[in-house]
């Protein structure tokens, strides 16, 4: 807890508050210092391995020789079969803390989802994000925290991540899907925080086929759900939302 003061009808009055932890992590793989992960102090294990997992470094548990992960430190230790690129270069991106990736999907790699699949019905989005909120509400001691969920078609949320960083839930989610082998393709994810290029080309790389935010998206990441074939939904609340990308997937329906 930290000491405040709170201003209410004209005067300071002194109080206590509650802060947002972050932690610096260095991520170490194969001997070699890769980069400084900016991320809340929970579950780090998941975040390393969605990181390398969306980097397409790693495509399976199997591919851990070794996953350690030193809190008190702030260094995880990595081993993978095969060896990282020697010449990576690292790409600033608008993620919260400035996020980091090693390459966003060109268009000759991103693979439209197909015509034949079943249209997604907007009832289950609204209730991804009805149970992310609860969720939201029921873990969260204070503001300044991005969450992100994915579940199915029937509404069901799989997995739920929380994090300062909009960019390490979406690792967090996929590290967590990796390690507990849980099947991300054809499922839906729905976000509290904008979407932004990073989140949709990391979505795209692990076949999600929507995501749904409360506020809106980044121009390129409608670019990126356009060519990926990703649904892209934003301004999600009260029963309306806003659809950038492919409506023509969508089975409408009211919540």
Do not use: W
Request: proline content about 6%; some cysteine; glycine content about 10%.
């Amino acid at each position: 807890m930290a000491e405040v003061q709170r201003y209410a009808g004209g005067e300071l009055v002194p109080g206590e508050a509650s802060l947002v932890q972050e932690l610096p992590l260095l991520l170490r793989v194969n001997d070699r210092e890769l980069v400084t992960l900016i991320a809340s102090p929970h579950d780090l294990r998941f975040l390393v391995a969605g990181f390398l997992r969306l980097q397409g470094f790693v495509t399976s548990p199997e591919d851990f020789l070794l996953l350690s992960v030193c809190n008190d430190y702030g260094i995880a230790n990595v081993r993978i079969r095969g060896e990282i690129p020697v010449n990576l270069k690292p790409v600033l991106t608008s993620g919260c803390g400035t996020g980091i990736i090693f390459s966003l999907p060109g268009e000759e790699s991103l693979e439209p989802r197909s015509p034949n699949n079943p249209p997604v019905p907007a009832v289950a989005v609204f209730e991804l994000m009805k149970r992310l909120t609860l969720l939201c509400e029921k873990y969260s001691k204070h503001g300044g925290v991005h969450s992100a969920a994915v579940g199915d078609c029937e509404g069901r949320l799989l997995l739920h991540a929380e994090d300062i960083g909009r960019h390490n839930t979406v690792d967090r989610l996929a590290g967590e899907a990796l390690l507990r082998g849980v099947p991300l393709e054809g499922t839906l994810l729905v976000t509290s925080g904008r979407v932004s290029a990073e989140m949709a080309a990391k979505a795209a790389t692990v076949g999600i086929v929507l995501i749904a935010s409360r506020t809106s998206p980044t121009d390129m990441a409608v670019t990126i759900c356009q060519k990926a074939g990703i649904i892209l939904v934003g301004y999600l609340k009260g029963g309306k939302f806003t659809v950038y990308a492919h409506p023509e997937q969508l089975a409408l329906s009211h919540p």
